[in-house]
């Protein structure tokens, strides 16, 4: 597509239940991030992805949080067991390289306001 | 995670009004990118630095990046009604990928 699209752009769930939040980045890009951006906060980077594979997890808070990308393309960002402190916009975003990573050429999504009540 | 120190925290200017935020860091930085961002949209990049002490323009924005590399400044000349929204400062070490976000400006512009 045109930009970077991420679905549910809203969702609401109890405390414990999973989610999968989905990301599908520019055409042809193949870096791909996922932020975390929480209410009056600034954005907390969360993972990265080159390719398929995620060089870097760092930023991924606990192991309920864990996050895939297939066919060089679509990712899908997963929580378990959902907790109250987990509800934030979640962005992502892609660019077309990695390592040489230049700032402006990052583009985000429009997030995924999850709410976990 | 680190944060930049962005400030100030929030601000209610007049349309026409000149307006200037900033943010600081402990650390160096070798990129300084400035985003806004709209309410339900993700950021967009309004201007990025490479370069201690450079100065770049785009429009009615100017943004600085600081000699010392610990910080940088965003000047909005003539705010207009659209200019309102969260600015966000971010800032990049070498090659490495991972930005750093300040916590943002809340910009109020008042017809």
């Known amino acids: 597509g045109a930009g970077v699209s991420q679905s549910p752009s809203n969702k609401v769930t109890e405390k414990g239940k999973d989610v999968e939040l989905r990301c599908d980045p520019i055409?042809?890009?193949?870096?791909l991030y996922w932020y975390r951006q929480s209410l009056g906060q600034g954005l907390e980077f969360l993972i990265y992805?080159?390719?398929?594979?995620?060089?870097?997890k760092s930023g991924l808070p606990s192991d309920r949080f864990s996050a895939e990308r297939t066919g060089g393309s679509v990712s899908t960002l997963t929580i378990q067991r959902t907790q109250q402190e987990d509800s934030a916009v979640y962005l992502c975003?892609?660019?077309?390289?990695?390592?040489?990573?230049?700032?402006?050429?990052?583009?985000f999504g429009e997030g995924s306001w999850l709410t976990v009540v | 995670g680190q944060q930049l120190n962005q400030s100030p925290q929030s601000m209610f200017i007049q349309e026409g009004e000149d307006v200037s935020m900033n943010c600081t860091s402990s650390?160096?930085?070798?990129?300084w990118l400035w985003y806004k961002q709209d309410p339900g949209e993700g950021p967009v990049l309004l201007i990025a630095?490479?370069?201690?002490?450079e100065l770049t323009s785009n429009g009615r924005l100017t943004a600085q990046f600081g000699i010392t590399r610990k910080d940088s400044f965003l000047n909005i000349s003539a705010s207009i009604p659209s200019d309102v929204g969260i600015y966000f400062c971010?800032?990049?070490?070498?090659?490495?990928?991972?930005?750093?976000f300040g916590k943002g400006t809340l910009l109020t512009v008042n017809p």
């Open positions: 055409s042809g890009h193949t870096a």
């Open positions: 971010a800032g990049q070490r070498g090659s490495n990928y991972k930005l750093t």
């Open positions: 650390s160096i930085f070798n990129t």
């Open positions: 975003a892609s660019s077309p390289q990695g390592a040489s990573f230049s700032g402006n050429t990052i583009y």
């Open positions: 992805f080159q390719g398929n594979s995620a060089p870097d």
């Open positions: 630095l490479y370069k201690a002490g």
